[in-house]
């Protein structure tokens, strides 16, 4: 008819990406265990690695083995808890910023630790 527009609507379509992060062998087979069933020196690994993996290299830092120990022995198995949420959920940011082994000292408790214990107990 003249005068008339026949309107056509495209259909969205959602869009969605997916990424694969390779992790190492040794990570795959502690993220499949129960977190009481890790000890002080898989969580060590597991946050050394995902710092890595996440951050890229990092600066050494001379306490980074006394700060993991002192994070297992405040939290233990909840201490894995900690580790995995911010990497598995966070992407390795917390508040904006990469998470570096200094997160997990005793001073960064009250606003990373205690905050992602927090909003595991919230789900």
Same mark, same amino acid.
């Given at each position: 008819?003249?005068?008339? &527009?026949?309107?056509?609507? &495209?259909?969205?379509?959602?869009?969605?990406?997916?990424? @694969?992060?390779?992790?190492?062998?040794?990570? &795959? !087979?502690?993220?499949a265990?129960?977190? !009481?069933?890790?000890?002080?020196?898989?969580?060590?690994?597991?946050?050394?690695?995902?710092?890595?993996?996440?951050?890229?290299?990092?600066?050494?830092? &001379?306490?980074?083995q006394?700060?993991?120990?002192?994070?297992?022995?405040?939290?233990?198995?909840?201490?894995?808890l900690?580790?995995?949420? @911010?990497? !598995?959920?966070?992407?390795?940011?917390?508040l904006?910023?990469?998470?570096?082994?200094?997160?997990? !000292?005793?001073?960064?408790?009250?606003?990373?630790?205690?905050?992602?214990?927090?909003?595991?107990?919230?789900?």
């Amino acid at each position: 008819m003249p005068g008339t &527009a026949q309107l056509s609507q &495209a259909s969205p379509q959602l869009t969605t990406t997916v990424t @694969v992060e390779p992790v190492s062998d040794r990570i &795959a !087979e502690l993220t499949a265990r129960e977190p !009481e069933l890790w000890s002080a020196a898989d969580l060590s690994l597991f946050i050394t690695e995902e710092i890595a993996r996440h951050a890229g290299p990092q600066l050494p830092c &001379a306490q980074a083995q006394a700060i993991l120990e002192q994070f297992w022995a405040r939290y233990g198995a909840r201490g894995v808890l900690i580790a995995r949420r @911010v990497f !598995e959920v966070h992407r390795g940011f917390w508040l904006g910023a990469p998470v570096t082994v200094r997160r997990f !000292e005793p001073g960064q408790d009250e606003y990373f630790a205690g905050r992602l214990l927090d909003e595991i107990a919230a789900e």
